[in-house]
Each structure stands twice: as C-alpha cells, then as structure tokens.
C-alpha cells in the first residue's frame, strides 16, 4: 500500500469518528435545538385554533423533531395541533367532534376523584350544557367541602375548590344553647345518610338561627335549625 492511500484511509477514519455520535448526544443536541418556551407553545396553540381550552399538553422529539403537542376544545370540537419547539411553527392540526366522544361512567370518575384526594363523596351529578358535558362531584372531609368539575369525556378536572364547613362566626360561643355539633347531628339526623356539607350561623329577629345543608343519596337539603332549642324552623331541597 502506497502512503497516498494509507494517509487518505486515516483521514476518513478521522472524520467517520468525528462525525459519529451516541443517541444521548443526538438528544442533547435536539434539546438544545428547543428554542419556544412551554408558555410561548400554547399561546400559539390557542392562536392556531382561535380560543378553547387545553386538555392536554406534552413535548416530545420523535422523528428527531422537538414539538409540543396539544389537545385544545373549542366549541365542541376537538383540536390537536403540535407546534415546533424550534420556530413555533404549526406542523399539524386537526379536528374532530368533541361531542360525539363517549361520556365517562359514574364509577370512572369517582376513581379519578379519589385520587384528588381524602373524603367521602357525597355526590356525583351529570351535567349537560350545549356541546359539553361535565360531572360536578362534591367531597366531605372533617373540616372541608371540596366541589369539582370533571370533562364527563377525558376526565380532566376543569374545576376544584374547597370551602370549610363551619361557617359559624360568632362572638360568644357560649351564649348558644344549642353548639355547632349539636346542630349538625340534628340536621344530618333529618335524612338517611346525611352528610352535613355546611353550616352558618344568622339571626331572625335577633333569634340565632343554624343553617345547615346536606346531601343525601345526591340531593342536597337545606335546613334552618334554631340554636336556642334546636327545633327545625325550615327545610328544603335544591
């Protein structure tokens, strides 16, 4: 072998070394290629498909390519569109009927909401307005009532909030003959299963008055209790 050719087969193997690199530095260098923040990828999203609601989000790099790929509900269809992380620009959308999607089962979403949390559900109620649909949920603790709004098609949480039970401010706790346990055994004591999600304390004509709601079998009921024998004044359903 002549030293033309030798020096040539040892230039080549230099570059193909060079050149060669492992999957890890190949997803290094795709991530450093990322440009557009998570912030800036959405509001191009909800640009693209005009406004809405995301319901899902991720990032991903198949095909060597970082993106941002999101599922967004306008108007009761269902857009997915992905958004170049390097330029932000829009590499696909499409569409479909959001409200042709099957809804979720009852016990489907009890399973979701239990993982939001601790507490006994005290119900779960369906509810349809135009081209959506959602299960509002409420749970009972100790101390907290937690209401959540649940897509009745993915399962997503649209809603969620909480609000203490005892809502009684009063000055003189000991002026009552009747206490705030007191009033909401009476009050729970009403209905079968009842689970008091609420208590306040008013006056009528300087008379302390409790008002209680709770939820039985999925009906909520309202009750005005008084706190100075504890005879029920009132009671309804909502």
Known sequence: MNKVSLCSMVVMGALLLGCSKSPGDLNQEQSSLSTMTEAQAKELALQEVGSGSIIDFSYDHDDKL?????????????????ISAIDGSVLKHQTKNYSEAPLLEEPRVREIVETLGNGTIVRVQLEKEDHHASYEVTVVDETYTYEYEIDARDGHVIHQEKELINQVIAPNQQALTIDVE?????ASAQVQGGVVTEISLDTD????????????????????????????????TK
């Open 205 to 236: 004509d300087g008379t302390p008055i409790y008002e209680v709601n709770v939820i039985a079998n999925g009906i909520e009921y309202e009750y005005e209790i008084s706190a100075v024998d504890g005879q029920v004044l009132r009671a309804s």
């Open 182 to 186: 007191q009033a909401k055994s009476m």
């Open 66 to 82: 970082p993106h941002y790929e999101f599922k967004i509900v306008n108007d009761g269809v269902e857009h997915e569109v992905e």
